[in-house]
């Protein structure tokens, strides 16, 4: 079956670094995909991989481990802005898209 | 850059009448991905099509139907509806998902509530 897990809630402080971390299993692998969602809001591309290692995009890091089924977010210098929901996911073998339960990061002043 | 459109974007119904919601992908993309989510839940896919063929089918009820026509527009159709069928509907478009790292880019989302 499909299965990817991620912790349901994080806070930080404003300006600090926090990861989050998303593990998988599913049937086939063609790439792991985060996406940003507030609230009531459609879900908004953030980082893609599909090889092993870190990709940066400004203030957003994504890091895969194909063979351990890993993957994390890494967020810089947060902002208040930031407090969102953060969703992983993966596109299987089928090339459809399995997201995660979300984490909800919560950035405080 | 033009978005994926979704109309309308509130829909109220009654419990068994029937709800038709629609999608129009950005220029060029040729797949349509139908989401579910309900409140504080992750997106559940429904359906997906490619050049206007069902390409998978995730957890969509029977008394829903889906297709995408010849201009690549979808249209959901959702019957005898249900209380729980109360969410936010999702369309989102892509290039051809055989190409790797094609994203799926997503709509503003339809708010059905059923009373």
């Known amino acids: 079956g499909q299965n990817i897990d991620q912790p349901t809630e994080m806070t930080a402080t404003e300006g600090a670094i926090v990861q989050i971390n998303c593990t998988y299993q599913t049937s086939g692998f063609n790439g792991l995909f985060w996406y940003q969602q507030h609230a009531g809001e459609a879900p908004t591309f953030l980082s893609y991989n599909v090889l092993d290692g870190l990709e940066e995009k400004g203030r957003f890091s994504s890091f895969l481990s194909r063979s351990k089924g890993y993957s994390y977010l890494l967020l810089k210098e947060l902002q208040m802005k930031d407090s969102a929901s953060y969703l992983c996911?993966?596109?299987?073998?089928?090339?459809?898209?399995?997201f995660g339960p979300g984490t909800r990061l919560s950035v405080l002043p | 850059a033009a978005g994926v459109i979704q109309s309308p974007r509130h829909l109220i119904k009654e419990k068994r009448e029937t709800a038709t919601l629609k999608c129009y992908p950005i220029p060029r993309h040729d797949t349509v991905y139908w989401y579910q989510q309900g409140p504080g839940q992750d997106p559940q896919f429904l359906i997906s099509?490619?050049?206007?063929?069902?390409?998978d089918k995730g957890s969509i009820p029977d008394r829903f139907s889906a297709q995408q026509f010849s201009d690549y527009h979808s249209e959901l159709n959702m019957s005898s509806l249900e209380l729980g069928d109360s969410a936010l509907y999702f369309c989102a478009s892509s290039l051809d998902p055989g190409t790797l790292g094609n994203e799926q880019f997503f709509g503003p989302g339809t708010r059905l509530t059923v009373l």
């Open positions: 099509f490619y050049e206007k063929m069902q390409s």
């Open positions: 996911a993966v596109r299987d073998g089928g090339q459809n898209f399995v």
